[in-house]
C-alpha cells in the first residue's frame, strides 16, 4: 500500500510513517519544507494520484503562540487551506485513494462540562471548536471516503505538548490548572497512531472517530501523577484568573475539558488504558 502523509514530519505524522514503513508500506511524506526523501506541497498532485490512501496532519501548533486575530487565521487556514488543496488534488487523479483520512481535534466540542461526548454530539462554540467545525466540513468534500480523527491530548516520548505541560514541575512549581475538575481526554502516541491505521485500513470507517483512551481522568488527577512520577510536588494550583491574564483566550486549552469516549471502535485494542502508565512511559 502506498500511503501519502501531508505533515508527516510532526510528532503524530512521524509515528505514523514510522509504523507504516514498518509494516512495508511505501509512504510519500509532504512537507513545506521538504528534507530527504519528502516531497514539497507543489509535488501534490503527482503524489496523490496512484496513492491508496492519503493523510492530512498539517497545521500550524494551536500552542505556538498567543491567539491574536493573525495568529487565529493561520490556525485555521494551514488545517482548512491544506484540505482543500487535498481535495483538489484528489479530483484532478486518474487514479485517485480509496480513502482520506484528516486529523482534527477532540475540542470540537468546546467547554462540555460534565457531559459525555461521543461522535455524535454537537460542537461547542470556542474558538477551537470552530477551527474543527470547518475543517471536517472541508474534508467531508473530498470525494471518497473520509475519516477525521478527533484527537485527544498526545502523551508519548518527547511529545511537545507534554514537555511544556511538565516544566512548571520541574521547578517546583506544579498543581492543578484552573480548579482541576475539567476532563482531561488523552491517548498514548502508540494507541493514536492505531487508531490512523484503523482509520486507513477499515472501509466500513467514516465521519467523526474520537482517538482518546478509555479511562477518563480529571486535569487534578494528571497533575497528582505528574508529580508523583517527576518527584516534584503537585500542590500549587494555577488560578483560572491567572491563566487567561497570561494567556488570553488560549487558556481555553487549559481550562476547557471534555468528557469524551468513542462509540465508533469497540474493538480497538488500547496499549495504554489508564493514564499512569502511559505518563511513566512517557517520562521515564
Given at each position: 500500500?502506498?500511503?501519502v502523509?501531508?505533515g508527516g ?17 511505501e509512504?510519500t ?10 516531497v514539497s506541497?507543489d509535488a ?8 491508496d ?6 497545521g500550524?501548533?494551536i ?8 495568529r ?6 494551514s488545517?482548512?487551506g491544506?484540505t ?11 487514479r485517485?485513494?480509496?480513502v ?7 475540542g470540537?466540542a468546546?467547554d462540555?462540562g460534565?457531559?459525555?461526548v ?8 470556542d474558538?477551537?471548536a470552530?477551527?474543527?467545525?470547518e475543517?471536517e466540513?472541508a ?6 471516503r473520509?475519516?477525521c480523527?478527533?484527537c485527544?491530548?498526545?502523551?508519548g516520548?518527547?511529545a511537545p ?10 521547578i517546583?512549581?506544579g498543581?492543578p490548572?484552573?480548579?482541576g475538575r475539567q476532563?482531561?481526554p488523552w491517548?498514548h502516541?502508540d494507541d493514536a497512531v492505531?487508531?490512523?491505521r484503523v482509520a486507513i ?6 465521519g467523526p472517530?474520537?482517538?482518546?483512551a478509555?479511562?477518563l481522568?480529571?486535569?487534578?488527577d494528571?497533575a ?5 512520577i517527576?518527584?516534584?510536588p ?7 484568573f ?8 488560549q ?7 471534555q468528557?469524551?469516549v ?7 485494542e488500547h496499549?495504554?488504558t489508564?493514564?499512569a502508565p ?7
Open positions: 500500500m502506498r500511503v502523509v501531508a514530519a510532526g510528532y503524530v505524522g512521524h509515528a505514523l510513517v514510522r509504523s507504516l514503513a514498518a509494516d512495508g508500506h509512504t511524506v509532504v512537507s513545506r519544507t521538504p528534507v530527504g526523501d519528502e506541497w501534490l498532485g503527482s503524489v496523490v494520484d496512484g496513492a490512501a492519503v493523510v492530512n496532519l498539517a500550524a501548533s500552542g505556538g503562540g498567543r491567539w491574536t486575530v493573525a487565529k487565521r493561520l490556525i485555521v487556514d488545517r482548512v491544506t482543500r488543496r487535498i481535495r483538489e488534488a484528489i479530483e484532478a487523479a486518474a485517485p485513494p480509496a482520506f483520512v484528516s486529523a482534527s481535534g477532540i470540537f468546546g462540555a460534565e457531559q459525555t461521543d461522535e455524535r454530539s454537537p460542537y461547542g462554540g474558538f477551537l470552530g477551527v474543527c467545525r475543517w466540513a474534508a467531508a468534500q473530498v470525494p471518497v473520509h475519516v480523527v478527533r485527544a491530548f498526545v502523551v516520548r518527547e505538548a507534554l514537555r511544556l505541560m511538565t516544566l512548571p514541575y520541574r517546583g512549581a498543581g490548572l484552573g480548579n476532563w482531561f491517548i502516541l492505531g487508531v490512523y485500513d477499515d472501509p466500513t470507517l467514516a472517530v474520537h482517538a482518546v478509555p479511562t481522568v480529571r486535569q487534578r494528571v497528582r501523577e505528574l508529580g508523583r517527576l518527584h516534584r503537585a500542590l500549587l494550583p494555577t488560578p483560572t491567572a491563566l487567561r491574564a497570561v494567556l488570553g483566550e487558556a481555553d486549552l487549559l481550562l476547557h475539558g468528557r469524551a468513542s462509540t465508533k471502535l469497540p474493538r480497538f496499549r495504554y489508564e493514564i502511559a505518563l511513566e512511559n512517557a517520562l521515564r
